[in-house]
């Protein structure tokens, strides 16, 4: 009998006796594994987190009582029990549901989320929004895989910690982060597993609250008898819940780091499905990196709790020893601690993913750039992708540059790239950002060697009448374009940018006397971006001005070809536009 197939709420969880449901949880597994290994996404978090979820919906009315999961790739477990269980058992039902909670989907959802450190914050507005309502239920913060390192849990902890009213924390300790954990609050967890939460040092009473630890967090009968005793508590109160990564599958807790998130994979050999190309950028910026610490021990690599992005494995990250620092899953941190490396006389280059990287805008404005620290930062995946609509990776451009002092860098080849990289180690001037492209390209030209003179354009091919832009992920369609042109009999001129905060005055003044129409292509979105520099130089001229990149949206889940034909970014529909101008 499979007990999977008729649970539609947790109302029918709460039907199931104890041995019902053990064997429940095990179906859940298997579900999980099957999405995953179709779509790819978070493993170990989910698998080892699947009795919390149960327990919670057992003890618990969601969603009078309120579950808020933080970084919510620990929510799988929860969706299936909440009526979201055919995104688990069939490949039609996965295109359905997304991979964080998302309150469009489900009244047991209340956020939609995927960015850590974030559950004590809004469920502790929901639980004062409860009482200043004058309404009773619980509101419960499931905090878990390092997010305890970000700054927002800990000052949404520390106003919780003095909350007069009833709050419920549970916090889901495997004892990793993406990879394994950083900082000093892990050495309080690690005290507080070692004395079966007895320790007197404990961090969590020192901010007022009262606190219970569960050793097995992955027993059924322990977590409800724990559960059950602060459910309808009257004051704020945390659950330490020492649970096991990625159990039930032998692969995830040989290898939990590997396993946290991973591509689509053979379920009976753990083997991805996925095929990478041998030359990545991830070696590329390895391997240039590495080469340069061997020589200059002042370099230091600096990440937040993601060294998987970039190819840093527990055997490269020892080898780099005191030269590589992962501060954990605490991005605003990262940037103040880069540029106080600077300040230090240190070279620091921290490696971050472009949606992780919109979290530290105040560092990198007051900590770093106002104070002109010559920090390196590489932000990786940056560009319009089918990502779900909590991790888009198109606003950095937008955002960063924008701020002075920083110089964004945006290379289309491998040799540029490695150039701008060099110089941006070696310089003592500025803060430097490199948007790390997509695509291997590689170049027989001679590129650039020193940045400093800055908004100096790289004119590629000179023609007339039309001027076709072309920044960093988008250079490759700018040619295309250029190529549909001249079929036209219609000799463009193209240009490779390499700054995308401030635009070639010169150069752009000088092609205003024979360029009747600019097109701007940019892997990111319009507002704020880098077309609209150029819009606003042309202004005042006849020079008509025609931006691509992205709209400004929360784009979920959409395939990139959907996105660019929406977008018109495809060389037959700009050169449609292109035409009628003319």
């Not at 039309?466 to 549909?484: H, P, Q, S, Y």
């Amino acid at each position: 009998m499979s007990y999977i197939e008729n649970i539609n709420s947790p109302v029918d969880l709460k039907k199931l006796n104890l041995e019902e449901m053990k064997i429940l949880a095990e179906e859940i597994r298997e579900a999980i594994l099957f999405r995953n290994s179709i779509v790819g996404g978070h493993v170990a978090p989910n698998l080892g987190i699947v009795e919390v979820a149960m327990a919670l919906h057992y003890v618990f009315e969601s969603p009078e009582d309120k579950i808020v999961w933080d970084v919510s790739h620990q929510c799988y477990p929860h969706k299936i029990l909440t009526g979201r269980k055919e995104g688990f058992l069939s490949v039609e039902g996965i295109k359905k549901i997304s991979g964080y909670t998302n309150q469009d989907e489900s009244e047991h959802d209340f956020f939609k989320v995927g960015h850590t450190s974030t559950s004590v914050s809004l469920a502790l507005g929901l639980a004062k929004a409860r009482d200043i309502k004058k309404e009773k239920s619980n509101v419960i913060a499931v905090l878990g895989d390092g997010s305890l390192s970000g700054g927002e849990a800990l000052e949404g902890l520390s106003n919780a910690g003095v909350f007069r009213g009833n709050f419920i924390v549970v916090l889901n300790d495997n004892e990793m982060s993406i990879a394994e954990n950083h900082g000093g609050l892990y050495e309080n967890l690690r005290l507080l597993r070692e004395t079966k939460g007895n320790a007197e040092c404990n961090m969590f009473k020192a901010l007022g609250f009262c606190y219970k630890y569960v050793e097995d967090g992955n027993s059924l009968e322990d977590l409800i008898e724990a559960f059950s005793e602060i459910k309808d508590f009257g004051k704020p109160v945390v659950v330490h819940v020492h649970t096991k990564k990625g159990k039930g599958y032998k692969f995830a807790e040989g290898n939990k780091e590997r396993w946290h998130w991973n591509f689509p994979f053979d379920i009976k050999t753990g083997e991805s499905k996925v095929v990478f190309d041998k030359e990545n950028y991830t070696e590329i910026t390895y391997n240039f990196l590495n080469n340069k610490i061997k020589k200059d021990k002042s370099i230091v690599l600096v990440n937040a709790g993601t060294p998987g992005i970039f190819g840093l494995n527990s055997e490269r990250r020892e080898s780099l020893g005191e030269n590589f620092v992962d501060v954990g899953i605490a991005e605003e941190h990262a940037v103040a601690f880069s540029s106080g490396l600077a300040k230090g006389g240190c070279k620091p280059v921290y490696m971050v993913m472009s949606s992780f990287v919109q979290r530290t805008y105040d560092q990198l404005s007051q900590d770093l750039a106002l104070n002109e620290n010559p920090a390196v930062i590489l932000v990786e995946w940056g560009g319009i992708s089918g990502a779900d609509m909590t991790h888009l990776c198109v606003f950095d451009v937008a955002m960063i540059s924008n701020i002075p002092n920083i110089v964004y860098l945006s290379p289309v080849s491998v040799e540029e790239y490695l150039a701008m990289l060099e110089w941006g180690i070696e310089q003592k001037e500025k803060s430097v950002v490199i948007r790390i492209p997509r695509e291997v390209v590689h170049t027989e030209n001679e590129v650039l060697k020193d940045y400093s003179e800055l908004n100096i354009f790289d004119v590629v091919k000179k023609g007339s009448e039309v001027l076709v832009i072309g920044a960093g992920n988008f250079f490759r369609l700018a040619e295309k374009v250029c190529e549909k042109l001249e079929e036209k009999n219609i000799n463009p001129t193209l240009i490779n940018p390499r700054y995308l905060t401030g635009v070639d005055e010169k150069l752009l003044t000088e092609l205003q006397t024979d360029h009747k129409i600019v097109i701007t292509l940019e892997d990111g979105v319009l507002d704020g971006g880098f077309g609209e520099k150029i819009a606003r130089f042309y202004g005042k001229s006849n020079v008509k001005v025609l931006n691509y990149g992205a709209l400004k949206e929360f784009s979920d889940r959409v395939s990139i070809d959907e996105l660019y034909e929406r977008y018109r970014l495809k060389e037959d529909l700009i050169v449609e536009d292109i035409l009628e101008l003319l």
